[in-house]
């Protein structure tokens, strides 16, 4: 596969995570990512710091669910869901790669919503990941930047790999 580039999402501040994410502990996620098997569907990787976490393999139409769960854990956490993502990967990070929660589940519905819905940033593929699930498989590594405040995202596959999967 191809690489695509590296993305940086700056961080909000440090005192908005404890909260976010203990409050995120005790939702419970609608099963909405991991072993999802069936026609059309694509397959995302998703990895911290080189080290694999989770596949989730989907369709297009199933990102508008992952959506909706993520609003609803934002609306009950008091927090835009730019911040759910970030707390879920400040944490993560920290405990070297573990989910750190005890609901994998949430965490990787946060996890697949934020490198879902991050801007391609590619003249001939306008939008977000997420719209290309039908044409390209992707691999995301995230990386933590804590020194310099920033979220950086590696992406592998899709548009660079050459043709559609």
Not at 78 to 95: D, G, H, T
Request: proline residues 4%; glycine residues 10%.
């Amino acid at each position: 596969m191809g690489s695509i580039g590296s993305q940086g999402v700056r961080l909000f501040s440090n005192h908005c995570f404890h909260y976010v994410f203990i409050y995120m502990t005790f939702l419970r996620a609608q099963d909405h990512v991991g072993g999802r098997t069936g026609t059309g569907a694509k397959m995302i990787t998703v990895a911290m710091n080189g080290k694999k976490l989770f596949e989730w393999e989907g369709k297009v139409a199933e990102v508008a669910n992952i959506d909706q769960e993520v609003a609803k854990i934002a609306k009950a956490a008091e927090a835009p869901p730019e911040n759910l993502w970030q707390s879920a990967v400040m944490y993560i990070s920290e405990k070297g790669g573990r989910f750190s929660t005890g609901n994998e589940a949430a965490e990787m519905l946060i996890l697949t919503w934020g490198v879902l819905t991050m801007p391609t940033r590619h003249p001939d593929h306008p939008g977000v990941y997420g719209d290309y699930l039908e044409a390209w498989d992707f691999d995301f590594d995230i990386r933590l930047d804590p020194a310099a405040k920033r979220i950086n995202v590696d992406i592998r596959g899709g548009f660079n790999s050459g043709t559609p999967n």
